[in-house]
């Protein structure tokens, strides 16, 4: 797997361009984010909550790797800080487009790693 791009609005990876954000799962299976775990908590932009990062950690993966968009200003909820906190993943956490070059390394390293990618602001 190679992430070729990304800008405001969309990620492309091994030739196919995303254009909502994703989950990058430990088997390599790319899906869409499900927003819809995190808006419960939400007023305006859609953070990220505890059930979603949940949802990549019960994958088990070495590395959690956050995109945080374009400019790095995804939020987080203190419940999804805590989780993360007591997590025994290793979490890489950047502007989408800095962490775009960790998760190439870590795919050429074939390391057990998953990924939530926000792909705007």
Known sequence: MRIEKTK??????DGVTYKQDIYIN????????????SRPISK??????PLEIQLLLDQKPDTLVIGQGQ??????????KKLLEESKA??????????????NTLFK???KVAAILHLTC
């Open 71 to 80: 400019r790095g200003i995804l939020p987080m909820s203190e419940e999804s």
């Open 44 to 49: 305006g932009h859609t953070v990220l909550g």
């Open 109 to 111: 390293e074939k390391a």
């Open 26 to 37: 430990v088997d390599g299976s790319i899906t869409t984010r499900k927003k819809e775990l």
């Open 8 to 13: 405001f609005g969309s990620i492309t990876i």
């Open 90 to 103: 290793i979490l890489l956490m950047d502007k989408t487009p800095v962490v775009m070059h960790l998760l």
